[in-house]
C-alpha cells in the first residue's frame, strides 16, 4: 500500500492577524526554492506509487524525458523541455492521474569521447587513444560523463522538475545494455540487421562513420569546373570536385538529351591527370539536362547519389579517397597521399596547362561537415553494420492494429502507419508531413561506429565465423571492436527504462506512454527511431502525442552561441529572477514548431508578474485570517453582485484553460490564466472587496483555486503561498479546482452578467474623466441617465460605483448640464462635471493651441494635395495616405472645436 502522501506544513503562527502579514512585501526565490524542492522529493511526491489513493486508481500518464547528453550543463532549449514536460505532469498529477515522468542522461557516444579526446589534446597528449590504450581511455570518459551527470541533474532540480529519481535511467546502464543487445539480436535474426560493403558518411578527423543525421552543412562557396578529361573525350562534363574524378567509371546523361544520344553505352579510356580511366555512357533519368554542361561523371565510391545510380546500372566501385582523407594508389603515382585540397589545386593546374577547362565558376555550396568536430564529411565505402529498412521481414506480434504475427512488412511501413492511423499525433501538425518526407527518402541506417565509448557491438568473429551474442562464445572468439551508434540505443528509450526485455509491471502499466515532449530539430534524430524500434519489438506505438518545441534564440532571433557571446545559462538566470519567471518566459507568447526569442527583459517581466502573484496572495490571505479555519461557502442570498462575477468568470477559466491543456494550448492557458488573475481579479474584484468587506469565504475559494491553476507553471511560489497560508496538503498533489460555480446555475450566471454591465459603465467613466485630463486621485461629480432597469442597477451598487470612479457624487435619471463632458455607455448617459474638477482656463488655453497647429497641419496637407505636379508623380499609395491623414486630422479638429466651445 502506498503511503499517505504529506509535505511537512508551517501553520500560521496563531498570535499573528494572518498568515498575510508573515509575507514580506517581495517575494524572494532564492531563499525557498531549493528548500520546497527537496520536502518534495523528501516525500515521495515525485513516485507515482506513493501518491493519494485517488491518483492509485485514475489513469496512467507517463512522459520520458530527453535524456540530455552527458557533456556537461544544460542549456536554455533543455530548459524549455523540462518547463514544458513539468507543466504537463504537474496538470496531469493533479487531475488525478497516476502520473510517472522518468529522468535520465545519455551517454551520447560520439558527442562525450570527441569532448574528452579535444580536453585530453589540450592537456598535451596528440593521440588519447593510442597513448592511453582502451581500457584507460575509457576509464577517463566514463569519469567525465558520471561528473556531467552529476551537474545535469542538479541543474534539473533547479528548474523545478517534478521527475521520479527512483526511476533515474542511462542509456549506457547494465539493463539498457541488456535491451540494446537483445534488439540487435532480434534484429539480426530477422534479417534486418546486416554487415555489408556500402558508402558511409566518413569523420577523417575522428576516423569513425557517421549517420546522414549527424552530418550538417555549412554554407559556403565552391569553384564548379566545366572541363575534359583529356583532348580525345568527346564532350565536357562539370564538377566542383575534381580530386573524384580519378574514381569515375561512367559518365550519365538523360536519356532524352540529344546532345548526348549517340555516345550512350559506349566506353572512353581517357587519360585523366596521368591516370587512365575507363568510363562508359550510360542513361539515367536522375540526370538534370539543364545542370552543368548536362553530363554527370559518375563516381560510385564517393557520393552517395552515385552509387544509387552505379547500383541500377552494374558500375565498378574505386576508391580513390582513403580514411585519412589523402588520395589513394588509385588515384595514379603521381597524386598517391596527397591532401584533397593539394590534389584539387594539382589537378586544375594540370587541367589548365593543357587547356582542358573550359570554363570555371563559383557557386554556392552546402559543405557537408561533421557534427561534432567539425571536419569535412567523406563519403567512402566500407564494410560496416546497417538496419534495413526496406527490407520486408515476418512481425514478431500483431502490429498497430494492422498487421497480424507472422505477416511481413518493412520497417518504413510501419514508422509511416504509426503516424498515418493517428495513433501517433505531431504537434503542430504540419511537422507530420515532414516527418513522412524523411521517412520516404530514408536510407538503410548504419549502426555501427568505429570509437570506444559506447555499447558494443554484440558480435563475435573466430576465423571465419561469426556468433551473435552479449557473452563471449568461448576461447578464440574476439568481440567485434565497433560500438552502436547512440541512436539505437536511444531508440528504445520508451520502454528499456519501464524494464523492456522483461515484462515488467511499469512497462504494462504506463507503456505506450503519453507525449515526447523535444526540440523540432531532432524529429528524425530520435522520434522517428523511436517509433522504428518500439512499433518492430512491441507491436504498438512509444506514444501517442508528439509535442515539438521551438530552438531558443536571443532577443535578435539569433542562435545561441558563446562565439557571439548571447548564452543565456539557466543557472544564471534562476538566482536573479527565480525559476518561475524562468519557465514563464519559456511557455508563454510561445507556440509548438515556433523558434523563441528569448532575453533577459523577457524574463525580468515574468519575474515582475510573480511579484504580482505574491501580492495578490498576500492581499487575500490578510483579508481572510486563517485558512486553516472551516468557512461555509456564501450562499447565493448572501453574495454580491461582484462575488457572483468573479466565481462566474473563475469557473470560465477553469473549464477554458484546462480544456486548452488537454491540448497542449500552453501558451494560451497561460495568457488567459494571467489576463485573469492581473486584471479581472487584482485591477477589479479585489477592488470591490476593499469596498464591500468580509469576503472570507469567496476570497479562500478563490486563492486556493488560482494557486492550483498557476502552480503546473508557477510550482514554486504557489507552493510557498500554500504552504504559508497552510492549505491542506502540498499543492503537488493537491486536486485541480472544479467548477465554482454550476454552469446550470442561471442565477448566480445572470447575477455576474450584472457586474458586467457595471464593470462597462466604470470603464467608460474612467475613459470619459482621462480624455477631460482629471487626475486620478481627484474627486468628480458625474450623473447617469438612459433606461430606468440600468440606473436601478446602478442605484443598487452605488457605494461601489462611487468609488471606482472616484465620484464625489452621481445624479441618476437627470439630464446634465450641456457644458459637462459626456459620453455613451451601453443604455446611458455618462456626464461628467470638468467646472471645480479641472483648471478650466489651462485646459482652454491647452485646447486652443492644440486647435490652432491642428489647422495648420490641414492646410500643409491641403497644399500638398492641391499640387497637381507633386499628384500626378507621387505613388498612389503615398497620395492615398495623405488623404486619410487628412481626414483624420479634420475628425480631430472638429472634436477639438467642440472642446473648445464648452470650455469657453
Given at each position: 500500500m502506498p503511503r499517505m502522501f504529506s509535505i511537512p506544513m508551517s501553520r500560521p503562527n496563531s498570535s499573528s492577524a494572518s498568515p498575510g502579514a508573515s509575507l514580506p512585501k517581495a517575494y524572494d526565490a532564492s531563499s525557498v526554492e531549493d528548500e520546497i524542492y527537496a520536502d518534495w522529493e523528501a516525500s515521495g511526491a515525485f513516485n507515482p506509487d506513493e501518491l493519494p489513493a485517488r491518483n492509485q486508481n485514475g489513469d496512467p500518464y507517463c512522459i520520458v524525458m530527453p535524456p540530455p547528453n552527458r557533456t556537461g550543463t544544460l542549456h536554455m532549449g533543455h530548459a524549455a523541455m523540462l518547463a514544458i514536460e513539468d507543466l504537463l505532469i504537474r496538470f496531469h498529477r493533479m487531475r488525478g492521474k497516476r502520473a510517472l515522468w522518468i529522468p535520465g542522461t545519455d551517454h551520447a557516444a560520439i558527442a562525450t569521447q570527441v569532448k574528452v579526446e579535444q580536453k585530453l589534446i589540450a592537456e598535451g597528449m596528440v593521440n588519447p587513444r593510442e597513448e592511453l590504450g582502451r581500457e584507460a581511455f575509457l576509464e577517463r570518459v566514463v569519469d567525465f560523463a558520471e561528473e556531467s551527470r552529476t551537474t545535469i541533474n542538479r541543474q534539473v532540480r533547479k528548474m523545478g522538475s517534478s521527475c521520479d529519481w527512483s526511476r533515474e535511467k542511462y542509456t549506457l546502464d547494465h539493463e539498457r545494455n541488456r535491451a540494446v543487445n537483445e534488439m540487435f539480436r532480434m534484429m539480426y535474426e530477422d534479417g534486418i540487421i546486416e554487415r555489408g560493403y556500402r558508402i558511409v558518411n566518413w569523420d577523417p578527423q575522428f576516423q569513425t562513420t557517421l549517420s546522414d543525421d549527424e552530418v550538417e552543412y555549412r554554407e559556403g562557396k565552391a569553384q564548379f569546373v566545366t572541363f575534359k578529361y583529356d583532348e580525345a573525350f568527346p564532350f565536357p562534363i562539370s564538377t566542383t570536385r575534381p580530386e573524384t574524378k580519378f574514381g569515375d567509371t561512367a559518365v550519365a546523361v538523360h536519356p532524352d538529351d540529344p546532345r548526348y544520344k549517340p555516345y550512350i553505352g559506349q566506353t572512353f579510356e581517357p587519360v585523366f591527370c596521368g591516370k587512365k580511366i575507363t568510363v562508359t555512357v550510360i542513361a539515367d533519368a536522375a540526370v538534370d539536362p539543364a545542370f552543368g554542361t548536362g553530363a554527370l561523371g559518375v563516381t560510385p565510391a564517393h557520393s552517395m547519389v552515385d552509387a544509387d545510380m552505379a547500383v541500377r546500372h552494374g558500375l565498378q566501385t574505386i576508391v580513390v579517397i582513403g580514411k585519412d582523407a589523402r588520395m589513394t594508389a588509385e588515384a595514379g603515382e603521381r597524386y598517391a597521399d596527397l591532401t584533397i585540397p593539394d590534389a584539387r589545386r594539382k589537378i586544375l593546374a594540370e587541367l589548365e596547362d593543357k587547356g582542358l577547362?573550359?570554363?570555371?565558376?563559383?557557386?554556392?555550396?552546402?559543405?557537408?561537415?561533421?557534427?561534432?568536430?567539425?571536419?569535412?564529411?567523406?563519403?567512402?565505402?566500407?564494410?560496416?553494420?546497417?538496419?534495413?529498412?526496406?527490407?520486408?521481414?515476418?512481425?514478431?506480434?500483431?502490429?498497430?492494429g494492422k498487421w497480424r504475427k507472422g505477416e511481413e512488412a518493412t520497417l518504413k511501413e510501419l514508422m509511416r502507419h504509426a503516424v498515418v492511423s493517428g495513433q501517433i499525433n505531431i504537434y503542430p501538425d504540419r511537422f507530420t508531413k515532414t516527418y513522412f518526407h524523411w521517412i520516404d527518402h530514408l536510407r538503410d541506417w548504419c549502426i555501427s561506429r568505429q570509437i570506444w565509448f559506447g555499447h558494443r557491438i554484440p558480435v563475435w568473429y573466430k576465423g571465419t565465423e561469426m556468433a551473435v551474442s552479449s557473452e563471449s562464445p568461448g576461447r578464440g572468439w574476439t568481440q567485434d571492436p565497433d560500438t552502436l551508434d547512440t541512436w539505437f540505443s536511444s531508440g528504445l528509450w520508451t520502454f528499456s527504462t519501464l524494464g523492456w526485455p522483461e515484462r515488467t509491471h511499469d512497462l504494462d502499466a504506463f507503456h505506450p506512454t503519453a507525449v515526447l515532449e523535444t526540440g523540432y530539430d531532432i524529429l528524425f534524430f530520435w522520434v522517428a527511431r523511436m517509433v522504428l524500434m518500439t512499433t518492430y519489438a512491441l507491436g504498438d506505438?512509444?506514444?501517442?502525442?508528439?509535442?515539438?518545441?521551438?530552438?531558443?534564440?536571443?532577443?535578435?532571433?539569433?542562435?545561441?552561441?558563446?562565439s557571439l557571446g548571447n548564452v543565456l545559462d539557466p543557472l544564471d538566470l534562476i538566482p536573479k529572477y527565480g525559476t518561475d519567471a524562468v519557465r514563464l518566459s519559456l511557455v508563454l507568447g510561445t507556440s509548438p514548431g515556433q523558434d523563441v526569442n528569448l532575453s533577459e527583459d523577457k524574463i525580468k517581466g515574468f519575474r515582475n508578474f510573480t511579484n504580482k502573484l505574491w501580492n495578490i496572495s498576500r492581499f487575500i490571505l490578510m483579508q481572510i485570517g486563517d485558512p486553516s479555519i472551516e468557512r461555509r461557502a456564501s450562499s447565493v442570498a448572501e453574495r454580491t453582485l461582484a462575488d457572483d462575477w468573479i466565481l462566474t468568470r473563475l469557473t470560465d477559466v477553469i473549464v477554458s484553460v484546462t480544456a486548452k491543456l488537454e491540448k497542449y494550448e500552453l501558451s494560451s492557458a497561460g495568457e488567459e490564466l494571467r489576463d485573469f488573475t492581473w486584471g479581472d481579479l487584482a485591477d477589479w474584484y479585489l477592488e470591490v472587496a476593499k469596498i464591500e468587506g468580509e469576503k472570507q469565504a469567496v476570497l479562500t475559494r478563490i486563492l486556493r483555486s488560482i494557486l492550483k491553476l498557476w502552480h503546473p507553471f508557477m510550482p514554486?511560489?504557489?507552493?510557498?503561498?500554500?504552504?504559508?497560508?497552510?492549505?491542506?496538503?502540498?499543492?503537488?498533489?493537491?486536486?485541480?479546482?472544479?467548477?465554482?460555480?454550476?454552469?446550470?446555475?442561471?442565477?448566480?450566471?445572470?447575477?455576474?452578467?450584472?457586474?458586467?454591465?457595471i464593470r462597462l459603465v466604470v470603464t467608460d467613466a474612467r475613459r470619459l474623466r482621462a480624455e477631460q485630463g482629471i487626475e486620478a486621485a481627484r474627486m468628480a461629480a458625474f450623473s447617469i441617465s438612459g433606461a430606468l432597469e440600468m440606473l436601478d442597477l446602478l442605484k443598487e451598487n452605488e457605494a461601489v460605483l462611487k468609488q471606482l470612479i472616484r465620484a464625489s457624487d452621481i445624479r441618476f435619471g437627470q439630464e446634465a448640464d450641456p457644458s459637462w463632458a459626456s459620453t455613451v455607455s451601453g443604455t446611458v448617459t455618462i456626464a461628467l462635471n470638468v467646472a471645480g474638477s479641472i483648471d478650466v482656463k489651462q485646459e482652454l488655453q491647452k485646447a486652443k493651441k492644440e486647435l490652432k497647429e491642428t489647422e495648420g497641419y490641414i492646410k500643409g496637407l491641403e497644399r500638398q494635395l492641391a499640387n497637381n505636379e507633386f499628384i500626378s508623380k507621387a505613388p498612389s499609395h503615398v497620395v492615398e495616405g495623405l488623404e486619410v491623414k487628412r481626414q483624420e486630422a479634420e475628425q480631430k479638429r472638429a472634436a477639438l472645436q467642440e472642446t473648445v466651445k464648452r470650455l469657453s
Open positions: 577547362i573550359e570554363k570555371v565558376e563559383e557557386i554556392p555550396q552546402n559543405l557537408p561537415v561533421a557534427q561534432r568536430g567539425g571536419a569535412p564529411v567523406e563519403q567512402i565505402p566500407m564494410e560496416q553494420w546497417f538496419i534495413r529498412v526496406n527490407k520486408p521481414f515476418a512481425l514478431r506480434q500483431d502490429t498497430l506505438v512509444p506514444f501517442h502525442d508528439v509535442y515539438l518545441h521551438g530552438l531558443i534564440r536571443d532577443e535578435e532571433g539569433r542562435k545561441m552561441s558563446k514554486f511560489v504557489t507552493e510557498h503561498v500554500w504552504k504559508t497560508a497552510g492549505f491542506d496538503r502540498s499543492l503537488i498533489t493537491a486536486e485541480w479546482p472544479e467548477h465554482l460555480v454550476d454552469p446550470r446555475a442561471k442565477g448566480s450566471m445572470e447575477r455576474g452578467t450584472q457586474f458586467e454591465r
